[in-house]
């Protein structure tokens, strides 16, 4: 059975994954493979029984890891739902790093014109990065992608709808932004959801956080199975994120990032 704390936040993720496909006339998702955004795919088949309804986008710069490309190709097979893969350049960035910066944004940006796409669902969560916690459940974005995190539309009693009239851009939608990295495992427990296999410990390291295989390192752990992430997380004191590319996860680097539509 289902906890009380992951059932409110279960509850409050599907009701704006719900809103976000009602509101907007056109939506899809970000998917990277990654435990978030499996379990925020997750929550879309519970929304709508059993079905993901949109297109799932995954911007690939060609270096994502064998496991990962393997991940993608068996549950979108398994969940029969729709990939649409950008392919990004690796090239260097005057904000980021060469393969996981600016450029896949560029990369999105040509898949939302080219699709029509008026909001998309991305799988962030505020305590992943001090830049993450400043973003809303419903975040507009202009049309060259730039967030404008210092002027935001509040969100007062539970409306999450709200939207700028006339704006030319798209919404980001962001129904996991509650959860914890704890909350995303033990939901994955609970539910059985199929993960990346990476993050699972061999030879004694694991990945915490999946990126490509320029940017991310494997992370000491013995960590192989599901109930012993649980435990792991419960107790340690080592930043998720730490084993992602230093440069991009600055907090100046990052808010510029972001500021410039960075996923």
Request: glycine fraction near 4%; proline fraction near 4%; charge should be positive.
């Amino acid at each position: 059975m289902i906890s009380q704390d992951l059932k409110t936040l279960e509850e409050r993720s599907i009701y704006i994954i719900r809103e976000a496909k009602l509101k907007f006339k056109n939506v899809a998702a970000l998917w990277s493979m990654g435990k978030d955004s499996t379990t925020m795919l997750a929550l879309t088949k519970k929304a709508f029984l059993g079905k993901i309804p949109f297109p799932v986008i995954h911007i690939d710069n060609g270096i994502d890891f064998p496991e990962t490309y393997a991940f993608r190709e068996s549950l979108a097979k398994k969940w029969n739902f729709k990939v649409i893969v950008g392919r990004s350049e690796i090239k260097p960035d005057s904000v980021g790093s060469a393969c996981c910066g600016q450029n896949k944004p560029e990369t999105l940006k040509k898949i939302m014109k080219e699709y029509g796409f008026d909001a998309l669902i991305v799988s962030i969560r505020r305590d992943e990065h001090s830049i993450r916690a400043k973003e809303r459940y419903m975040s507009p974005r202009n049309e060259n992608f730039e967030w404008k995190y210092k002027d935001q539309p509040a969100e007062l009693w539970d409306d999450y709808s709200s939207k700028e009239e006339g704006t030319k851009g798209h919404i980001r939608v962001h129904p996991l932004l509650d959860w914890t990295e704890l909350d995303v495992w033990r939901y994955v427990k609970q539910e059985r959801i199929p993960i990346n296999p990476l993050y699972f410990s061999r030879n004694g390291f694991r990945y915490r956080s999946l990126g490509c295989t320029h940017c991310t390192v494997a992370l000491k752990s013995n960590a192989k199975t599901v109930d012993d992430i649980v435990k792991e997380l419960e107790t340690t004191k080592v930043e998720e994120r730490s084993g992602r590319s230093m440069d991009k996860e600055r907090e100046y680097v990052m808010q510029r990032l972001r500021a410039l539509g960075y996923l």
